[in-house]
Structure formats: C-alpha cells, structure tokens
C-alpha cells in the first residue's frame, strides 16, 4: 500500500489566526495531492488540486486567497488557512494517487488521516 | 455538476443481514471507485471498477458497475459490527480528480 500523513491532527485557533496543514506521501512521490474539505456527517466535497511545481487549481466557489496551497516537493503539500474564522471549522484531508491516469482507469486514492480544524 | 448520488442515506441493518446500497449518476462513468470511511477515520480505498457489467467480490462485499455505466452498487452479505461506517462511490476524471457520493452510513444492530 502507500501511506499518506497529516500534521497536524487536530488543531484549535482563534478567529483571525492562521493555520498550515502538512500533507505528506511517506513511500511515494506524488505530483498531485488533492485537498477536501468534511463537514460533520456530510461527504468528502473537492477543495483543491495541488501540483507540484505549479499553482493549485481550485474547485468551484473555493477562495484561493483564503485556501493557500503549496506543492514544493514531490512528497509534501500544504494548505494555510488564512485568516479563519468559525465557520471554516471543519475536517480537512488530503489525498494523492500512486500514479498517472492512462486510459479509463482513474487512480485510487490514498488519504491522510485528516486535519480537525476548530476555529473559537 | 456531474453528481454521484447515492442511496440510501443511512442503513440501519440487523447483524447478519444483507444490504446494498446504490450509486447512480445522470451521466456515463469512466469509472467508478468505493471507499469505505469508519467513525472519525478517513476513506479507505476499496476497489474500481471500469468495465460495463462488470462484478466484483471481496469476501462478503459483492461490486457491481452497469451495463450503461450510470450505476453501481455494493453488497453486504452476512453484516458483521466491523461493517459499521460510511460507505462513499466516487466517479473518477481527468487528472485522477475524484467525485464523491453523499455516502451511506451504515449501523449495525446486533
């Protein structure tokens, strides 16, 4: 298997503060890295893909300026909360497939263990 | 969008029992991917499946993707209490960008 981690686990920051999240692929390199967002019983919803070497592209209605992605190595993105506030309050994980897309077969995915966020 | 949706939203299911549980999309699939997350854990890869018709099995978890690609369905033979959790399809695309279902969150009664 592959084996992706996280870092912080969880964290509590106050309203205006800013937070990073590390997201790491300890046996793999990873090109791309993929950000979610999870709220309380709700589905994983597509926050952002990182790329190595270049910008993040952003899901529709994501702010990039509040959601600061960084892929400066093939082993590591992260992604800086700037600024939040208690309404970002929420489980943020990362994922990255072991591998390229080719033909119809889409990688699976392997996830971090999450990052619990709570703004106060 | 191209949306997954999945039914139901919650599986209540008697230990022992059998229950499948439904993805559908308006859209045809390249593919089709399920995850399985447990109580404050994060998605576990399960399996993909890319051909029409396509069915497969692991142990007690049976897989089955449509012959029109628009719809697949899981399983559970024989519920144990360590088939507690969500249970997530997700439609692969370009760039290895997955989708998510809503989920299926299953509760076992023993």
């Known amino acids: 298997g592959a084996v992706v981690s996280q870092h912080p686990s969880w964290v509590i920051c106050k309203s205006g503060t800013s937070v990073k999240i590390e997201c790491r692929s300890l046996?793999?390199?990873?090109?791309?890295m993929f950000w979610y967002r999870q709220f309380p019983k709700q589905s994983l919803m597509l926050m952002a893909t990182s790329n190595e070497g270049s910008k993040a592209t952003y899901e529709q209605g994501v702010e990039k300026d509040k959601f600061l992605i960084n892929h400066a190595s093939l082993t590591l993105s992260t992604l800086t909360v700037t600024s939040a506030h208690p309404e970002d309050s929420s489980f943020y994980i990362c994922s990255a497939p072991k591998g390229v897309r080719t033909g119809t077969r889409t990688y699976e995915q392997y996830f971090g263990p999450g990052t619990r966020l709570t703004v106060t | 969008g191209q949306q997954v949706m999945q039914i139901p939203q919650y599986q209540h299911v008697q230990e022992g029992e059998d229950f499948t549980t439904y993805c559908n999309s308006s859209t045809t699939l390249s593919n089709i991917q399920w995850y399985k997350q447990r109580p404050g854990g994060h998605p576990v890869f399960l399996i993909q499946?890319?051909?029409?018709?396509e069915v497969k099995k692991q142990k007690r978890l049976t897989f089955q993707f449509g012959e029109a690609k628009k719809n697949s369905s899981l399983h559970i033979t024989a519920t144990q209490t360590t088939d507690v959790g969500t249970y997530f399809c997700a439609r692969g695309a370009a760039g290895n960008k997955l989708t998510f279902g809503g989920g299926t969150r299953v509760l076992v009664k023993p």
């Open positions: 046996d793999f390199q990873a090109t791309t």
């Open positions: 499946l890319v051909k029409s018709g």
